[in-house]
């Protein structure tokens, strides 16, 4: 599918209301009413402006087709999930532009708490693309609200099991629809904190919601430092993301955060098989196997994990390196808060401290963040030049292309909603990995 029309590969995002305004989102809803013959959906909303009127003029455009609408309000889109699973209701609609942030909206379609498959949107893509119109006959459905706040408060904190007061923590809400929920969950798990960027905002951000840029993460980070604080958190726009920095504000590689959660579910839960995306360094293997445990590789982003999970009952947890996090016993949720007091968990059950553990893990690897580039070339083209380039590795087409060697690895892909390039890169060590980075950038710019 083309990324320059409104439909991406797994959502619906673009720019308010230019790209998408009200008459727009009722165009997809009935396109989505037909094509599903839904008969009742749950709807919720993020805290961007647009957002709200977005979904009001959906949940009226599907009623007015005889569907029964459940709205649960702003949440984040973990929450959406979350409500669909918990009322039973298969179909969903989410109204966030996750973290694009101001000036931006979109539209996620939930089928069994995943996005409809690929051909679906596509099709879907084609039906709106043609402007045919389509006959549909008004019949009264009903709208009603349910309040999902409380009841995912009380089975978050159900699920920890645990008081939490090990560690002294920084919050950086994003001015998100994470927010209204924070203070019953952390109060009642007893987590030393501080929170800011908590006011809900639509426009006028503290900051663009990407956590995965260091630059979002600048007032987490100094905020961090001026409490003297053990570990600072941040979620993205819609809270289905977590990134966590140490003390002197560095960023912490998910693999890290991944091995920790992954000893604490076989722990509590007794799975012994986690996923992990093909990005991630080999750190997650080599950490896993201390704790006997297996990582199977995955194409990235979240929906490979649930999918997996649906297959594989073994395994309890699965996480990407952009900070999706999924629990097999939450629902098959990605969710940046669940991850947040989970890890938490880990590191207070742990008898060594997170700044012992870190030295031990970064003395051990070398992780780089993602790079992106801009290239004239395809992803075919790329993967085509470093196999060739990279062929005494072992060479993975798992998802773009990934080499291993013994002591560095990388993956190079195109991004599924950006006409960029991704990599990732790892080592044992700084000079094996900038050696290397160094000749890859070559051949992806020349």
Request: glycine share 6%.
């Amino acid at each position: 599918m083309e990324y320059n029309t409104i439909f991406k590969r797994y959502d619906i995002r673009g720019k308010y209301p230019d790209e998408i305004s009200p008459e727009v989102a009722k165009k997809i809803a009935k396109i989505y009413f037909n094509f599903y013959h839904l008969s009742k959906i749950i709807i919720g909303h993020d805290s961007i402006d647009g957002a709200n009127e977005i979904y009001s003029e959906i949940s009226n455009e599907l009623a007015g087709y005889g569907v029964n609408v459940t709205q649960i309000g702003m949440v984040s889109s973990p929450r959406l999930y979350y409500a669909s699973a918990k009322l039973n209701i298969k179909y969903g609609i989410m109204i966030t532009a996750s973290h694009l942030g101001a000036g931006f909206t979109g539209i996620k379609l939930i089928n069994d708490g995943v996005p409809p498959p690929e051909e679906d949107l596509v099709k879907l893509s084609q039906i709106y693309e043609s402007k045919r119109d389509i006959s549909l006959t008004s019949k009264k459905g009903g709208i009603n609200f349910y309040d999902i706040n409380s009841p995912y408060a009380s089975d978050v904190v159900a699920f920890i099991k645990s008081s939490l007061t090990k560690y002294k923590i920084v919050i950086d809400a994003s001015n998100g629809p994470n927010a209204p929920v924070i203070d019953k969950i952390f109060s009642e798990i007893n987590i030393p904190y501080t929170a800011i960027n908590m006011e809900v905002k639509g426009s006028g951000l503290s900051h663009p919601t990407n956590p995965k840029i260091p630059e979002n993460r600048v007032q987490l980070v100094n905020a961090v430092k001026e409490s003297k604080a053990d570990l600072g958190i941040i979620w993205d726009g819609d809270g289905d993301r977590a990134y966590f920095v140490d003390s002197k504000g560095k960023v912490i590689a998910p693999e890290f955060t991944a091995s920790l959660i992954a000893a604490d579910i076989k722990n509590k839960l007794g799975y012994k098989t986690i996923t992990s995306d093909i990005r991630a360094s080999s750190a997650i293997e080599q950490e896993c196997s201390k704790d006997n445990i297996e990582v199977v590789r995955l194409k990235a982003w979240h929906v490979p994990i649930k999918e997996e999970m649906e297959k594989d009952s073994k395994i309890g947890f699965g996480y990407e390196v952009s900070g999706h996090y999924v629990f097999s016993d939450f629902y098959k949720i990605d969710d940046g808060l669940l991850a947040s007091l989970v890890f938490l968990r880990a590191l207070n059950n742990n008898e060594k401290s997170l700044s012992e553990l870190l030295k031990d893990f970064r003395n051990t690897y070398y992780i780089l963040e993602e790079i992106n580039f801009e290239s004239e070339k395809s992803e075919e083209e790329v993967v085509d030049l470093l196999k060739n380039t990279y062929k005494d590795g072992k060479v993975i087409l798992i998802d773009g292309v990934t080499v291993e060697y013994s002591d560095w690895r990388f993956n190079l892909r195109s991004s599924r909603t950006e006409p960029i390039l991704r990599l990732n890169i790892s080592g044992i060590s700084q000079k094996t990995v900038d050696e290397n980075l160094s000749k890859i950038k070559s051949i992806i710019k020349s």
